[in-house]
Nanobody, 122 residues
């Protein structure tokens, strides 16, 4: 059974940094594209970043480009999201998810974690 467990969220002041982790179990982690999404209160879930199975290709939402970095450690079955220069509008629950596709749409992710809360104070 596949499980994705996020950690690393918390409360941080604007301009600060956090690193989220997503530990995967079940399945062969290195075969999947991994993505990060977020959902703020009253808003729809939105894409944040994704990374292909080898780590060779990454893609970011415009809103986080230059501030967030996605990476992965296949030997540890873990994907990371380094978030710098955080803004209050980054406040959301952050989810990781996996997809068997190289360039998945949101509907192409088959397993999701439970999420971790990130709150950025002004």
């Amino acid at each position: 059974q596949v499980q994705l467990v996020e950690s690393g969220g918390g409360l941080v002041q604007a301009g600060g940094s956090l690193r989220l982790s997503c530990a995967a179990s079940g399945g062969t982690f290195s075969r999947y594209t991994m993505g990060w999404f977020r959902q703020a209160p009253g808003k729809e879930r939105e894409f944040v970043a994704r990374i292909t199975w080898s780590g060779g290709t990454t893609y970011y939402a415009d809103s986080v480009k230059g501030r967030f970095t996605i990476s992965r450690a296949n030997a540890k079955n873990t994907v990371y999201l380094q978030m710098n220069s955080l803004k209050p509008e980054d406040t959301a629950v952050y989810y990781c998810a996996r997809s068997p596709l190289f360039a998945p749409r949101a509907m192409d992710y088959d397993y999701w974690g439970q999420g971790t809360q990130v709150t950025v104070s002004s």
